[in-house]
């Protein structure tokens, strides 16, 4: 099992950035797919990216062009670099590990893109 912590998140105006960050524990955190998901009110949870082991990525469609997922596999970190934010991007952003099939949550971070 891994422990997840996000940080990162905040209050931004629209077509602000943010960069959210994941710190894993565990010694094998290079073996996970990792991923970002959100949760907005009164919605249900959504992927937003992932990143596998061999650095392959996968967006969901609103934010392809907008969102990069990045690792650093030496530091157990995680990335969501965050660009030309829109107020249908706030949610809480929670980290995503999964191994096997077996999923493990951070607790989450909250982002809000508004005036």
């Known amino acids: 099992q891994v422990q997840l912590v996000e940080s990162g998140g905040g209050l931004v105006q629209p077509g602000g950035s943010l960069r959210l960050s994941c710190a894993a524990s565990?010694?094998?955190?290079?073996?996970?797919?990792m991923g970002w998901y959100r949760q907005a009110p009164g919605k249900q949870r959504e992927l937003v990216a992932t990143?596998?082991?061999?650095?392959?990525?996968k967006y969901e469609d609103s934010v392809k062009g907008r969102f990069t997922i990045s690792r650093d596999n030496a530091k157990n970190m995680v990335y969501l670099q965050m660009n030309s934010l829109k107020p249908e991007d706030t949610a809480v952003y929670y980290c995503?590990?999964?191994?096997?099939?077996?999923?493990?949550w951070g607790t989450g971070t909250l982002v809000t893109v508004s005036t």
């Open positions: 990143i596998t082991s061999g650095l392959s990525t």
């Open positions: 565990g010694n094998i955190f290079k073996s996970y797919t």
């Open positions: 995503n590990a999964n191994l096997y099939g077996a999923n493990n």
